[in-house]
Every structure is written in structure tokens, then in C-alpha cells.
């Protein structure tokens, strides 16, 4: 019996999807040719835009977030913002998020953890796979985890503040895959 056969219908339609991004990706591109100021020809293609990274299998994501503190909220930090001070940072850095502000730039100017701050997490019943450093959504404290698992790629959102769930402060969060 040929492999084929023996893939059952969910190889298939990978093999399908493979074939499709292949043809896709073999189909010649036309360059738009215009003359120059000094009659050669100028190419007018648009560079390529950068490769989106790969998609991550079902129950893996990647976040980055900023960490926000307060006085004593993060060990060996010395954080001089009060509660009431890093809840409104946290919100107001949120905000600038929502509004499309670049997240790498507010990363690196507010986070009390390290910047990045990219991090990669397998879901619950899920292996973080090997090779990479990814952890268990165990991991990490549960604010943090809830509030990563709950957005879609793209999507920004917080977790507060809470002794319990999430006691270095608040983390504003963002999907990246």
C-alpha cells in the first residue's frame, strides 16, 4: 500500500495545504519597470516584507509583557513607585498598547523584569516542547498565565495586581504568536 494511502484523511489535507503554499510560493512574480531620470530602468517592486514568525502548534503561545512594580513587589528590584503609582503606570502603559504604540519600545523604557520580556508557555496538558525555553503555564504565576492564554494573537491585555495570582505587580500583556 502507498504512503498515501496510509496518511488517512488528516495527512491529506496537509499534504493539500503543503502543496498549495508551494505553488503558491513557485508562481512567478512580474517586477514593475519604470524609466529613471536617466532613461535605465528603475525597478519599482516593493522589497519583500519580513517573514512572519512560524505559527506555534495548538497550546503554545508567545507573550511579551511589561512587568510593572511597586516598592517590595519584586525581589532584588529596587523599585521606588508606590501601589497606587504602578497601578496607574500599568493602565496608562495598557492604553498607549491599545492605541498601537510600539510594545517593543514600552517593553524596554517601563518593565521591572528583563526586556524583552518575550516569553513562551505551553498550556495545561500540553509538553513545552524540547529545544526551545518554554514553560509550563504552571510556571508562571496564574494572573499572568490566565491573562496570556485568554488573548488572541495580536490582542493586549493586563493582569492586576493580587498577592495570590500575581503578586510581582501588574503585566501588561501582548500575543505575539
Not at 3 to 26: N, S
Not at 38 to 64: F, R
Not at 112 to 124: E, H
Request: one cysteine or more.
Amino acid at each position: 500500500m502507498s504512503r498515501i494511502f496510509r496518511l488517512g484523511t488528516q495527512g491529506i489535507a496537509v499534504a493539500l495545504v503543503l502543496a498549495a503554499v508551494l505553488a503558491a510560493g513557485c508562481q512567478k512574480k512580474e517586477a514593475a519597470v519604470e524609466t529613471g531620470a536617466e532613461g535605465q530602468p528603475t525597478d519599482t517592486t516593493a522589497a519583500p516584507a519580513a517573514a512572519a514568525p512560524a505559527a506555534l502548534a495548538a497550546g503554545h503561545i508567545e507573550v511579551q509583557h511589561v512587568l510593572v512594580g511597586f516598592q517590595g513587589s519584586v525581589p532584588g528590584k529596587n523599585i521606588t513607585r508606590s501601589q497606587d503609582e504602578a497601578k496607574k503606570l500599568a493602565y496608562e502603559i495598557l492604553e498607549r498598547a491599545k492605541q498601537g504604540e510600539d510594545f517593543a519600545a514600552l517593553v524596554q523604557k517601563y518593565t521591572d523584569d528583563q526586556s524583552p520580556g518575550i516569553y513562551r508557555l505551553a498550556d495545561n496538558g500540553v509538553t513545552p516542547e524540547a529545544g526551545v525555553e518554554e514553560y509550563p503555564r504552571g510556571g508562571m504565576v496564574k494572573g499572568f498565565s490566565d491573562a496570556a492564554f485568554a488573548l488572541a494573537i495580536g490582542g493586549v491585555g493586563i493582569a492586576d495586581f493580587d498577592r495570590q495570582n500575581s503578586p510581582y505587580g501588574w503585566h501588561v500583556i501582548k500575543r505575539l504568536r
